[in-house]
């Protein structure tokens, strides 16, 4: 059985656009480029955190490898409610 490649969202999701083709792919490719740890940068310490989400910076639609980022649950803004 092949698998695909497609990002297949959570019904729970709060994204009202679907992730590109290839999105598991940039997803990985990500996490590896960052460590597996949370990018979130405060006063030049880096969170010891590990990361779980990529979050996009700027335009949510953006799906360009340069504008993700790894955050942990803790920093990222679509975990934190009023962020």
Do not use: N, Y
């Not at 598991?24 to 310490?45: F, M, N, V």
């Amino acid at each position: 059985m092949a698998t695909s490649d497609h990002w297949q969202e959570d019904p729970g999701a709060w994204r009202t656009s679907p992730r590109p083709r290839g999105w598991k792919t940039l997803r990985a490719q990500a996490l590896e480029r960052d460590g597996d740890q949370c990018t979130w940068d405060d006063d030049g310490e880096r969170c010891t955190e590990a990361g779980t989400d990529v979050d996009h910076i700027g335009d949510p639609d953006d799906h360009r490898f340069e504008k993700l980022r790894i955050l942990c649950g803790h920093h990222d803004p679509s975990d934190v409610p009023g962020f």
